[in-house]
């Protein structure tokens, strides 16, 4: 009797745990490095990345219920914010850093231009509770997301559980952020054998091998580490950058290399958006000495474009702009959850 | 069936297992008398401090026959809330006829955990014990007031923790311990203030050396009852 019971517990528990099983795997390119983000821990479901959508775009999320994550990271920016330099946010105040684009985040273990985050999970905690961004706290969006009628039965479907937790939220947040991936712009066409560059592109390339690809590594056109560009520090912001989390002199005003897809939607450009368009950036680049890793050295590399070499690296960077990416419905304000309720 | 046969074996033998398995309470006590938290709320001649939060991570318990590691506690880490009397108490189920001489716990959250993403019950982000603008938690974290501290109403506030070299702040508690089923530890409160100056330091919000230096003292805050 007993026996047969336990039997029975088993093979109903093997039963659920196929019914759960958590069956969503992110697409990586064949040329694309490892994942970074432990799927593991969190492993992604078609519930799970829906929640974190509709999470993504409410303003229930800040005090005022005026600023969502897309009020400084739009779709169609490749979730960077355009309008301002500095990002703007709860009270229209203006934060000292401009809005960088989010893509490929799963490839990423750093974040922030100082790299003051180190797990995506744990990124939205600085928004939510920033006075400047969202003004809100964690354990208060919990509370209001609770004593909604949309939000319970959206949680108990991603999670079985329809008491929300801060966990749930954040997986939630990271799982809608990782499916954002983009790698589908002429460049990969071309890697994929799709397509062929032209003459001027190619030229383009090899300029870009020689001179940006140290720090701007294909093909997720960054290292994702630190580095010093050789940009003069603000005398008014006054941003040193990894410095300020990590204390120490040699990490003095070095930041979070960017990746240089999508650029045509994510200017303006740099940490605090000082330059509005690309030929700023080349102007800056143009003639420049920037500090580089080696091993665990940061070496002085010289960096010389002429006008023509301008014109083609410009010519290749227009490669990596991933229009599918920016335009993918998927990825958009999702209408039939926030706007059938509430 | 050789699968089925050998997880019912299993499943059999933790239902066994878990009928003779010893418990052990590990109560922490914020006064020597243990009976609660009177001086934490009002300042007195003896108590030149008042706190109203009061709370820190206990990770990563290990229970030591003389050298011998005895039993690890399962649940990674415990949220210690001196105003919530029912987090003072520490249920930690090892196998019965396990005894022990010493045990040892960190306070804090190790650098692993610090580094793992969302996790929830105790080290949920909502508990407030997670710095947001910088990812990390926070070890050990009181507030009150202080009548030498010369900030506004005299408001003094810790926020210790740090993962990161050179700024770990975590900490390891040793302690030698009865064989009894319940270990009563005291906080010593007043040997924190002992430590600190506190007409100069009184803020202390984010992993640093200063933070690393207090943290340095935190072990000798507990204390066998």
Not at chain 1, 203 to 213: A, P, R, S
Not at chain 1, 241 to 258: C, E, N, W, Y
Not at chain 1, 262 to 278: A, C, E, S, V
């Amino acid at each position: 009797m007993k026996l047969k019971s336990t039997i029975i517990l088993i093979s109903i528990s093997i039963y659920f745990m196929g019914f759960f099983t958590d069956d969503v795997k992110l697409h990586r390119p064949v040329y694309f490095p490892d994942f970074k983000y432990d799927f593991n821990k969190n492993p992604l479901s078609e519930g799970k990345i829906a929640l974190g959508r509709a999470l993504f775009y409410d303003p229930i999320l800040s005090r005022d219920g005026t600023i969502s994550c897309a009020s400084c990271h739009s779709p169609f920016n490749a979730f960077a914010h355009t309008d301002h330099d500095l990002s703007h946010g709860f009270n229209d105040s203006i934060g000292t850093r401009n809005a960088p684009a989010l893509f490929n985040l799963a490839w990423q273990n750093h974040f922030m231009w100082d790299g003051a985050i180190n797990h995506l999970d744990m990124q939205a905690l600085a928004p939510i509770s920033h006075p400047g961004e969202m003004g809100e706290s964690i354990s208060n969006v919990v509370y209001k997301l609770q004593h909604t009628t949309l939000y319970p039965p959206l949680f108990y479907e991603a999670f079985c559980d329809s008491v929300i937790t801060g966990e749930f939220l954040l997986k939630a947040l990271s799982q809608f952020q990782l499916t954002l991936i983009s790698a589908n712009s002429k460049y990969d066409k071309m890697k994929r054998g799709e397509i062929e560059f032209s003459e001027q592109e190619i030229k383009g390339y090899n300029l870009f091998k020689q001179n940006c690809n140290s720090c701007h590594a294909e093909p997720l056109f960054s290292t994702y580490d630190f580095a010093f560009n050789n940009l003069p520090v603000d005398p008014v912001l006054r941003d040193f950058g990894r410095s300020m989390i990590t204390h120490q002199a040699v990490d003095s005003l070095l930041f979070k290399i960017p990746s240089l897809r999508n650029l045509q939607y994510t200017y303006p450009y740099m940490h605090d958006g000082r330059f509005d368009h690309l030929n700023q950036v080349l102007a800056h680049y143009e003639n420049t000495v920037v500090l580089q890793k080696a091993g665990d050295k940061r070496i002085p590399k010289s960096i010389h474009l002429s006008s023509i070499d301008k014109i083609d690296l410009s010519t290749f960077l227009l490669t990596l702009n991933d229009d599918d990416f920016v335009l993918n419905k998927k990825h958009q304000f999702p209408r039939d959850i926030l706007l059938s309720n509430n | 069936m050789r699968l089925t046969l050998s997880l019912l074996i299993l499943s059999l033998g933790s239902v066994l297992l878990a009928q003779q398995n010893r418990v052990c309470t590990l109560n922490f006590k914020t006064n020597d008398d243990g009976t609660g938290s009177t001086h934490m709320k009002k300042r007195s001649a003896e108590t030149p401090y008042t706190i109203h939060t009061f709370q820190f991570y206990v990770s990563n318990i290990q229970l030591f026959n003389e050298s011998e590691l005895v039993h690890t506690c399962e649940k990674t880490a415990f949220l210690v809330d001196v105003f919530d009397s029912e987090s003072l108490s520490l249920i930690i189920e090892m196998p019965y006829r396990t005894s022990y001489t010493h045990i040892k716990f960190n306070i804090g959250v190790d650098s692993v955990t610090n580094v793992s993403g969302a996790l929830g019950n105790d080290l949920d982000p909502t508990k407030g014990m997670y710095w947001t603008w910088q990812s990390g938690y926070i070890n050990f974290k009181i507030e009150g007031s202080h009548v030498n501290c010369p900030s506004r109403n005299n408001q003094f506030q810790f926020h210790l923790g740090g993962y990161r070299h050179p700024f770990n702040a975590l900490q390891t508690v040793q302690l030698s311990v009865k064989n009894s089923d319940v270990i009563n530890i005291g906080i010593l409160l007043d040997a924190f203030f002992d430590h600190i100056d506190i007409r100069s330091t009184h803020h202390v919000m984010s992993p640093t050396n200063i933070s690393v230096q207090l943290s340095n003292q935190l072990p000798k805050l507990f204390t066998v009852l």
